[in-house]
C-alpha cells in the first residue's frame, strides 16, 4: 500500500485514526512510523477535535476512518473545521461503492459522496498509481482553503494490484 509514504511526502505529521478492516494494514504502518504521531480514537468526531488541536499546536494532521463514521462526524465537520478554517486531511475507506458485498454499507456508501458536496468538502477517488499525487495535492488544497479534503479510497483502489 503506498498511501502511507504519500502521507510523509505530503508532510502529514500527526494521525488520528478510527479502526477500519480496509485500513488496518495504513493504520499499523502509522502507528509503527516514529515520525508521525498517532492517536487511535474510537469516535470519529474525536478525531476531528484531536486534529484541529494538533493543527494549531503546528502540525499537519489527517483523519484515518471508514465512511460510515462521516454522518457522526458531520456536525463537527461542520462547527469547526469548516466554521473556523481548519485544514484536515481525511483518508476514508468507501465502503459500500461498487462491489461491497456487506449490503449494510451501501446505503452510506452511496450517500458520501454526496454529503461531502452538501459540506462543501472537495474529495478524490485515486487509483493507487495516483495516490501520491492526490495526497500531496489534497494536503496543499486543505491548507490553502482552510478546509477539509477528503480522499476516498473504494473497492476500486483496494482491488487494484500493487
Aim: aromatic share 6%.
Amino acid at each position: 500500500m503506498n498511501v502511507h509514504p504519500a502521507l510523509k511526502e505530503a508532510g502529514i505529521d500527526f494521525v488520528a485514526s478510527v479502526p477500519c478492516v480496509n485500513l488496518g494494514e495504513l493504520i499499523d504502518m502509522i502507528e509503527s512510523d516514529d515520525e508521525i504521531i498517532h492517536i487511535p480514537v474510537t469516535r470519529e468526531e474525536e478525531g476531528i477535535g484531536i486534529c484541529a488541536g494538533a493543527y494549531f499546536g503546528g502540525k499537519n494532521p489527517a483523519l484515518v476512518m471508514q465512511n460510515s463514521g462521516l454522518g457522526n462526524s458531520i456536525n463537527a465537520l461542520a462547527s469547526l473545521n469548516l466554521l473556523y478554517g481548519i485544514p484536515l486531511l481525511m483518508i476514508i475507506s468507501h465502503r459500500g461503492d461498487l462491489g461491497e458485498q456487506i449490503s449494510a454499507q451501501v446505503p452510506m456508501g452511496q450517500l458520501t459522496p454526496k454529503l461531502l458536496d452538501d459540506l462543501g468538502v472537495p474529495w478524490y477517488t485515486p487509483t493507487q498509481s495516483e495516490i501520491a499525487g492526490t495526497i500531496s495535492g489534497a494536503w496543499t488544497l486543505a491548507r490553502t482553503s482552510g478546509r477539509p479534503v477528503a480522499i476516498l479510497l473504494g473497492a476500486a483502489f483496494w482491488s487494484e494490484s500493487e
